[in-house]
């Protein structure tokens, strides 16, 4: 991960949205201040809980969204503010795969239409398109070819469907992959299927991912790194066989603990709240009302974000 | 546990919808018990009729399916014999059901305490007004959801509060059986987390029955004592939870599905998926439906369906232990 230079680089990364709260204009800042970075090659597992900011860093990393504050480089080249052919080039280099296979596909358009129209947008290329719509399906393990290319969205399952998403993103031949919960509507057993494609595709491809899930056991199985955001900020960054073994703030902690398959376990705290404060200008930990080592300190300042050995790092007053 | 009568007893319980293909079974020939305070879990994927077979123990089904053979006793009592005004009064008093979506369990326009209590009066005629609400507020603590939230809509409760509250409506009345279809699902793990310690907690204090249905592996182990899988409208296994995580003999989707999950704190994180999807209802495989992505098929896969037989500790139908099984009866399950 300490290579020279990573292949993106957010730093003190915000977002801010207005909303209506009792009738008044408001803003809430989802994305509070997040810095991270990712290697040439690495995944990056983005783990929480809905309305922790996952899917909004996702989107702005595509630059779906635009930033409030805070910088985002790829390959080194300022992408935060980019318009027009720069953006189009970023998003080549950049691409997303959603969580609904249902919705991110035409319904009334083949599989061949879905793929042929990004290897056109790419480049000029002497092999016709069908050929390399072939090889694109064959890549993502949609055979036989022939009889893929012409169904529609309906004609395949969820996981047929995800691989022909995870096709399109391919097309462009991007560096990096942001998967937003791409297994999480897929039956159990087409899951891993999935996921081993992906991991597949990454040692092929020496492609990177920002891989966003609510799962920490997949963010175990597919990242090289495990990221744990609350409220809009990152809570803990370690490496994966670290964070699970060596969990230090509460949030990851209570998130392992609640995880289905972890043997043995004492009941964890009942959440009453309805989640984090993102309001603009709030203060101190986001986790404080449901942390149960929270003290005055974590109610008025933010803790900071601090490196506990050189791949571990985490935000909490009282952690060690 | 198992010498007494079941809460549940399915028998032979076929289920078809009707639609302008023509029929289409989505469950085939399931027996299934759930005995007094046991949890048994009931795990199967998407078209594998899991939640068919929950919708018929409520005799809810709607919209061409019906129940085609078979009977469905709780507490003896044949539900399919009921009359309507007797099912009412059965559904709530002795079985009830929680749903995977709480908002749309719920009622939009009233309050929780308006909900509750009308439940609770629509079965219990003698109870005043006052005695229902007490009795609501009673529950409510019992999921740990305080008092004053009561007055509150559905809508200004969090995810997991509304399935709270859909669980408290459900053992209002002390039935012997409450049925929970994916009640966890949409909700957040550490949540999900917290409402299943609830159901534990209360199963032990107040005493049901539960039959819960996920498509969750891991999950169902933790909270289950015995798990039936199904695939293809049938069940293909029934095992205890313990035999599910041994070596033992297992069906082989059953044994795909434990290695198709990723465990968070295992040593090893290999997972291997299994080839190809769930079938179509509508399209079954002949034979045994899961051949043509099983990895041990064999001749007779393809053209005779294995029955259940006893294996080791399980119950398993698969040709693979023809000669292992001990009878070749199916035990009744």
Redesign the interface.
């Known amino acids: 991960m300490s290579e020279s230079q990573p292949l993106v680089r957010v730093e003190n990364l915000s977002v801010r949205f207005s909303v209506t709260v009792n009738g008044k204009k408001r803003h809430i800042i989802p994305v509070d201040a997040v810095s991270f970075e990712i290697g040439l090659g690495e995944v990056l597992a983005l783990v929480g ?2 309305g922790s900011g996952k899917t909004t860093i996702g989107r702005t990393l595509v630059r779906v969204i635009e930033p409030v504050s805070g910088r985002i480089e790829v390959n080194g080249r300022d992408v935060t503010h980019i318009r027009g052919r720069d953006l189009a080039a970023h998003q080549k280099t950049v691409q997303m795969v959603f969580q609904d296979p249902f919705g991110s596909l035409n319904p009334v358009r083949t599989v061949e239409h879905h793929l042929a129209l990004p290897l056109r947008l790419r480049e000029r290329s002497n092999q016709p398109v069908r050929d390399r719509v072939d090889r694109l399906l064959e890549r993502v393990g949609l055979t036989p070819v022939a009889e893929t290319r012409v169904k529609f969205p309906h004609e395949l ?4 469907r995800q691989r022909v998403a995870i096709a399109r993103a391919l097309a462009v031949r991007p560096q990096f992959l942001v998967a937003d919960e791409p297994i999480s509507m897929l ?10 494609l992906m991991n597949q595709l990454k040692a092929d491809f020496n492609l990177s991912y920002l891989y966003i899930t ?5 963010a ?2 597919f990242g090289d790194r495990i990221m744990v955001m609350y409220g809009g900020r990152v809570v803990e960054v370690a490496p994966s066989p670290e964070l ?1 073994r060596q969990p230090i703030h509460p949030y990851t902690r ?10 043995p376990r004492e ?9 984090p404060n993102l309001l603009q200008g709030r203060l101190g930990c986001p986790f404080r009302d449901r942390c149960n080592i929270a003290t005055g300190v974590c109610q008025e300042v933010a803790p900071r974000f601090e490196a506990v050995d050189s791949a571990h790092s985490v935000a909490c007053h009282h952690g060690s | 546990m198992l010498a007494d009568t079941p809460v549940l007893e399915v028998k032979d319980l076929s289920v078809a919808y009707e639609t302008r293909q023509g029929s289409v079974q989505a469950v085939s020939d399931v027996n299934l018990s759930v005995f007094r305070n046991e949890i048994v879990g009931l795990i199967g994927e998407s078209g594998s009729g899991k939640s068919t077979l929950a919708y018929a123990i409520m005799r809810l089904l709607r919209g061409g399916a019906g129940v085609t053979s078979g009977t469905i006793r709780v507490l003896e009592e044949d539900v399919y014999a009921l009359s309507p005004e007797t099912l009412r009064q059965f559904r709530w008093n002795k079985m009830s059901m929680v749903f995977q979506s709480a908002m749309s369990a719920l009622n939009p326009v009233l309050t929780i305490e308006q909900q509750m209590v009308d439940t609770l009066r629509s079965h219990r005629s003698q109870l005043s007004p006052a005695q229902a609400r007490q009795r609501a507020a009673e529950l409510l603590q019992l999921v740990h959801i305080r008092p004053d939230r009561m007055r509150s809509f559905p809508h200004e409760l969090s995810g997991g509060m509304r399935q709270r509250v859909v669980i408290a409506i459900a053992i209002a009345l002390n039935p012997a059986l409450v049925v929970m279809d994916e009640p966890t699902t949409a909700l957040d793990v550490v949540v999900q987390r917290s409402i299943l310690d609830e159901i534990q907690a209360l199963q032990r204090i107040v005493g049901f029955s539960i039959l819960f249905i996920s498509h969750d592996f891991s999950l169902v182990a933790e909270l289950c004592s015995r798990v039936a899988v199904m695939y293809a409208g049938r069940v293909v296994e029934l095992a205890t939870t313990q035999g599910l995580f041994s070596s033992s003999a297992h069906h082989p989707y059953t044994e795909g599905l434990r290695k198709a999950v990723p465990r968070v704190t295992a040593a090893d994180v290999s997972i291997e998926g299994i080839p190809g999807t769930p079938p179509d209802p509508a399209r079954l495989p002949a034979g045994c439906a899961f051949h043509p992505r099983c990895a041990y098929k064999m001749a007779e896969c393809t053209t005779t369906r294995p029955s259940l037989r006893t294996v080791e500790n399980a119950t398993i139908a698969c040709h693979l232990f023809a000669d292992k099984s001990i009878a070749q009866e199916p035990r009744h399950v």
């Open positions: 809980e809905s399952s969820g996981g047929q039956d159990v057993s087409v899951r891993a299927g999935i996921l081993t609510h799962d920490l056991a997949s175990r199985y699970i209570l998130l392992l603990a609640a995880t289905p398959g972890n043997g009941p964890v705290a009942i959440a009453e709240n309805q989640g």
